[in-house]
Structure formats: structure tokens, C-alpha cells
């Protein structure tokens, strides 16, 4: 017995460090990623955009998605491969982030960003800001600094200079045709909906090789917004989540709606508690939005490598690629 204790002991812990050895193992070599991107969602008529447009788009679509995919295939991060793709879109003024955001009623464009990383939970958000080129990397910075969550105007901007982010005079976000949109909504009394036809948030979510996922979300918001309206984009729970247990989320749509259902922290739920899988907590939940009055989309990526889209509108702009060859961008239903 004397002689057998040891032997039990040393056998245990060899079993142990193999484990360990082998968890380790799975880490690093963990192969599979996944990234899904928008460009907003709304009403896009195949009939009323030309060829050209469609193009247009599919090829803005498929520069940003190339961007995301490359950080992953090279094993980067999730949080790196979101913003990789954001910031793409940031500086494309067919999108409303950044860079041809639309213009609030006073005629200033407002940005808003959050990130989410699954890993921890850690997240950053800003709102109303006017001078930084990539709302999205604020966000970020915002989240690595970890004192605060969230950061609104004037504060926002403060932090962004004090951590040298790039800047940009107004004229660099202003786009004619969003200034059109203005006074087209303000000559004719229509609603934001009713002048652009579609939400223009961007966002991405990714899994990376680690076996992490992350979410972003960027927009300008809606035309003609006023008293500092915040919509869902950069509230953390609602246009954007990310969680190790369950999936990352970023959303496109009728914010007010949105924060009311809790879109994306709803859809992770009810994977993590009802095992409900992605497409389907995706479905029902944009199914309560509509219920509520409200519309738009979501992508969805999971820890298992899904990669999915979830819209109740004419149209979304997105695409998704995997490490298991899927490279793919569309904007109509059935694309």
C-alpha cells in the first residue's frame, strides 16, 4: 500500500498536466473564426436601385468583410476584426457612420459607437460625437481604459484628444446628399423613415481562432433626430452584445424599439438559458420588434463558429465569411 499511494499520486498528476496540456493545446490551436457584417437595414426595392448601386454596395460590403476576415485567417483577435471591418465603413459615405453620417435637425452630425468583447464582458459606448474620425475606436479606447462604459458629448471628445484618437473637421463628415435628406424631411414634414428609407448603422461580430467573440456597432443615427437622441447602436443590451456563453450581437434599426426589447442582450439570453439556437432566438426576437412597431435587423455570430442574419425589412446590407470557405455578401432576401 505504501508504494501504491505514490504510484495513484504521480499517475493522477500526469492525468492532470495532460489535461491541462491538452485544454492548453485547444486554445492555441482552436481553428475555426467567423465574422457577419451590416450596413443597415430598411426598404431596398431591387426595382428603384440600379445595377450600379447594387454593386455599388455589394463591393463596399465585401472591402469591409475582407478586411475582418484577413485579421482572423491571420489570428487575430475578434475585437480587432470587428473594428478592422467598422472603420471601413466608417470612411465609406454610402454607409451612415462616420463619414456621410446624417444630419441631426440643427444640421451637425452626431456619431455613436459601442463594442462588447465576450471574453469578459468588458464593453466601451460613446454618443454625440462630432469630431472623431472613428467613433468605433473610441469605443474601443473607451473599454481598455475601463473606468467608465459609456461617454457622451462633450466628455467623449475630451477623452478622445486626451488619448490622441484621430480627428476630423465637420466638413469631413458631411455629405451632400445627407444634407439634402435634411431639408427634404424639414420642407416636407416627413419622418427620418420616410426621407432615407433605411436605418445606415454598421456593425460587425466575430469569433477568432481563440475561440473569443465581440461585437461593434457605428452609426450616425437617424435624420432629422433632435434634443441629443440616443438611439440603440450604442447602448450595451440593446443594439450591441457580446458573451462567451452564448453569441455576439449587432443591430440595425428603429432604435427606440430596439432599447425596449433589449434585442441583442435578449437574443443571447435565450440561447444561453432557453439553448435556443442562434437563428431562431434571432427570428423571434426581431418577431417581438415587429409586434412593437418597429423593424431593422441583426447579425449573430456564436462561440460554435454560426454565423447568421435576422431582418423584418425590405432589405439588409450584409455579408458573412468563415474560416470553412463561406464568403458571401447580399442585400435582398433570398441573395
Known amino acids: 500500500m505504501k508504494y501504491l499511494l505514490p504510484a495513484l499520486a504521480l499517475g493522477l498528476a500526469g492525468m ?16 475555426a473564426w467567423s465574422i457577419a457584417i451590416h450596413g443597415g437595414a430598411g426598404t431596398m426595392d431591387r426595382d428603384k436601385m440600379t445595377p450600379q448601386q447594387q454593386a455599388d454596395y455589394r463591393a ?7 478586411a475582418g476576415s484577413a485579421v482572423l485567417r491571420d489570428g487575430g483577435t475578434a475585437m480587432e476584426a470587428v473594428q478592422a471591418a467598422i472603420v471601413i465603413m466608417e470612411d465609406d459615405p454610402k454607409f451612415n457612420a462616420g463619414r456621410g453620417a446624417v444630419f441631426t435637425w440643427e444640421g451637425d452630425n452626431e456619431l455613436d459607437a459601442a463594442v462588447m468583447d465576450g471574453r469578459n464582458r468588458s464593453a466601451g459606448a ?16 473607451v473599454m ?3 473606468r467608465h462604459v459609456f461617454l457622451s458629448g462633450a466628455g467623449a471628445e475630451e477623452f478622445a484628444a486626451e488619448h490622441g484618437l484621430e480627428t476630423a473637421p465637420p466638413e469631413w463628415f458631411a455629405t451632400q446628399p445627407r444634407r439634402d435628406s435634411l431639408e427634404r424631411l424639414k420642407a416636407q414634414k416627413l419622418t427620418a423613415f420616410d426621407v432615407d428609407h433605411k436605418y445606415g448603422t454598421v456593425g460587425a461580430v466575430a469569433l477568432d481562432m481563440h475561440g473569443n467573440v465581440a461585437a461593434g456597432t457605428s452609426t450616425g443615427g437617424l435624420t432629422g433626430k433632435r434634443w441629443g437622441r ?16 452564448s453569441c455576439a450581437v449587432s443591430a440595425t434599426g428603429a432604435g427606440e424599439y430596439f432599447i425596449r426589447a433589449g434585442v441583442a442582450h435578449e437574443i443571447c439570453t435565450r440561447m444561453r438559458l432557453a439553448k435556443e439556437d442562434p437563428q431562431t432566438a434571432a427570428d423571434r426576437v426581431m418577431a417581438e420588434v415587429k409586434e412593437l412597431g418597429g423593424d431593422g435587423g441583426v447579425i449573430v455570430v456564436t462561440p460554435a463558429g454560426d ?8 432589405g439588409m ?6 474560416s470553412e470557405g ?10
Open 16 to 31: 492532470m498536466t495532460s489535461i491541462s496540456a491538452n485544454a492548453q493545446d485547444n486554445t492555441v490551436h482552436h481553428q
Open 60 to 66: 463596399a460590403l465585401q472591402v469591409a468583410l475582407d
Open 126 to 141: 460613446v454618443t454625440g460625437v462630432k469630431s472623431v474620425r472613428h467613433p468605433i475606436l473610441l469605443a474601443d479606447a
Open 144 to 146: 481598455k481604459d475601463g
Open 230 to 245: 440616443i438611439g440603440d447602436a450604442p447602448i450595451i443590451g440593446a443594439g450591441t452584445y457580446a458573451d462567451n456563453r
Open 307 to 314: 454565423a447568421v442574419f435576422s431582418f423584418n425589412t425590405q
Open 317 to 322: 446590407y450584409r455579408g458573412r465569411a468563415t
Open 326 to 335: 463561406v464568403n458571401e455578401v447580399a442585400i435582398f432576401p433570398g441573395d
